[in-house]
């Protein structure tokens, strides 16, 4: 018998049980896929070692003793004994890259505001409002964040506190709050970099956009020795209390006893096997949570949950590269690409259409331990009709077909890559293009989805995506708790640990 079980070895995952693990509980991971970390884990290549999830974080200083600018390098000390050490990226950060013209995002928050300022003087007014808004929405922003993982009666009072806050700022969108700008260029520059969370001006709520853009206040920062280090040392720390992290463990089923989750059942080679604890945290989004429940799930859980619908899913596009791409325009700097002022698109047709937006990043650049040959990854957002009969019946179902439609998405990224990195592309050795089938398969998110449900009002005042389920002994982490992105999927992990060990939540303010 387990202490606890823990559904999925992502970073909120790993991060619950190891601060568990701090408290002497033995903590069994369970992960599906043949390698763990969820998308913080990487993948070889020949001699490319490429990245999957993992682009640039946030909260990492190691300089910043106190604030949130390191909160997320103290938490890892904290959980992992100082094991993990980060690299600064450059700064500008972020490039935005719109027809003719590119600005780069800076750090702090300062430098950006001074650079607008000096770019588009005759929006100053306006600049200067958008960020005393953004400032207010953070604020709210940390309030519904932090309500998530509190008990019932704590979490009305604090609702109750910043509600006026968190209810404008959840409905407004990002759009709406750019409306009142003049400059179209100034706008798209603003409202830019929703792939961080995966939302578009039109839908997302400003509070989102809030609270991720002015996380990268303290910098933006990569790990050392790349996104492997998490789950190495993380899975060390839980196994030297007496826990194991378990690939190829497939969870079929939560039990429950009395009411009460009890265990879990999981699958290897057509084998199930039942294991028993105390509580189980599952990290694989509410609906798979809901679904490995059956017939168990609470009715009005099942309700409030259908409402969410997945966010988008996405197309990457993997290229490993000779020797000094610096040279020919590669940095640690993320390239955000739109091919017109509408940064409203996603990508609809990828079998017949360019895709709307690129982002793309130079993992290899951003990590000072990087010892093999340079690699990028060229991501699009994107609807998922095109693959929706292979998301359904899986490659098996006309794999001719799903075969021609990816090398087509493949050839389409690459010809696309090359008219904005044209000093780049002759240099690329070793391509290979991941599709939302892709996602399914490894992440199980449904849909593909790249950060799980939409980033929605109705996401955010959802009470189905609270730590504590309905399911006494049962508790909820990941990416549909807290957010999108590492650093706020590792704080779902710690509140879920929290909910059975209170003195974690010292942590939130190591």
């Known amino acids: ?28 991971v369970l992960e599906q896929h043949a390698v763990v970390g969820g998308l913080t884990q990487t993948f070889q290549r020949h001699t490319w070692t490429f990245a999957t999830g993992v682009h640039y974080l946030s909260g990492a200083d190691p300089r910043d003793h106190g604030s949130p600018g390191g909160h997320f390098k103290r938490l890892l000390d904290a959980l992992g004994e100082g094991r993990v050490d980060f690299a600064a990226c450059a700064n500008p ?36 409002r958008w960020f005393a808004e ?12 932090s ?25 407004l969108t990002v759009a709406e709050a750019l409306a009142g700008i003049g400059s179209p260029e100034l706008r798209a520059v603003l409202g830019a970099r929703g792939g961080d969370y995966g939302g578009r001006p039109s839908t997302a709520p400003l509070v989102e956009h809030a609270l991720v853009m002015g996380a990268y206040d303290g910098g933006a920062w990569y790990p050392v020795g790349g ?9 060390a720390r839980i196994e030297r209390a007496g826990g194991e992290v378990r690939a190829r463990a497939d969870v079929r089923e939560i039990r429950q006893l009395e009411g009460r989750a009890a265990g879990v059942v999981w699958r290897r080679g057509g084998q199930d096997h039942l294991e028993i604890a105390g509580h189980v945290i599952s990290t694989m989004g509410v609906k798979n949570t809901i679904t490995a429940l059956g017939a168990a799930a609470p009715t009005n859980w099942i309700e409030q949950a259908a409402t969410l619908q997945p966010g988008p899913s996405y197309v990457s596009l993997y290229l490993g590269f000779d020797d000094g791409i610096e040279a020919d ?6 390239s955000w ?30 990590d000072p331990a990087h010892a093999g040959p340079h690699t990028a990854e060229v991501l699009a957002l994107c609807e998922t009709t095109a693959f929706d009969p292979w998301l359904r019946h899986g490659t098996r179902h006309e794999p001719d077909a799903y075969r021609a439609l990816k090398d087509g998405v493949e050839r389409r990224l690459l010809a696309q890559f090359a008219r904005h990195f044209p000093r780049l592309a002759p240099r690329i ?30 996401r955010l005042a959802s009470p189905a995506l609270d730590v504590r389920t309905p399911v006494p002994g049962l508790l909820l982490a990941g990416q549909d708790v807290v957010g999108a992105g590492v650093y706020p999927s590792s704080l779902s992990g710690l509140l879920a640990a929290a909910a059975i060990e209170p003195s974690l939540l010292r942590l939130l303010g190591a």
């Not at 719109?98 to 770019?119: D, K, T, V």
């Not at 309500?147 to 019932?152: D, Q, V």
């Not at 704590?154 to 509600?163: H, M, N, S």
């Not at 599709?435 to 980033?455: D, I, W």
Request: proline share 6%; glycine share 10%; hydrophobic share 45%.
């Open 147 to 171: 309500a998530r993982g509190m008990p019932g009666w704590l979490a009305e009072g604090l609702r109750f506190w910043k509600g006026a806050a968190v209810q404008r700022y959840s409905q």
């Open 1 to 28: 018998m387990w202490d606890v079980i823990v559904i999925g070895s992502g970073i909120s995952g790993l991060t619950a049980a190891a601060a568990l693990a701090t408290r002497g509980r033995r903590v069994l």
């Open 227 to 235: 996104p492997g280090r998490f789950a190495a040392v993380l899975a």
């Open 337 to 366: 690409v739109y091919e017109s002022l509408d940064i409203d698109r996603h990508w609809n047709s990828p079998a017949d259409e360019d895709a709307p937006a690129l982002f793309v990043s130079f993992p290899s650049l951003k």
């Open 93 to 128: 950060y972020d490039l935005v890259r719109l027809p003719g013209f590119e600005f780069g995002i800076r750090h702090p928050e300062s430098e950006y505001r001074a650079s607008l300022r000096a770019r588009f003087p005759d929006e100053v007014p306006a600049i200067d």
């Open 134 to 145: 953004m400032a207010e929405a953070r604020g709210a922003a940390m309030a519904l964040m």
């Open 429 to 458: 050795r070793f391509h290979e293009v991941a599709t939302p089938v892709s996602q399914a398969r490894f992440v199980r998110t449904p849909g593909g989805s790249m950060y799980g449900l939409e980033m929605s009002a109705a």
């Open 329 to 334: 325009g590669a940095s640690s700097a993320n």
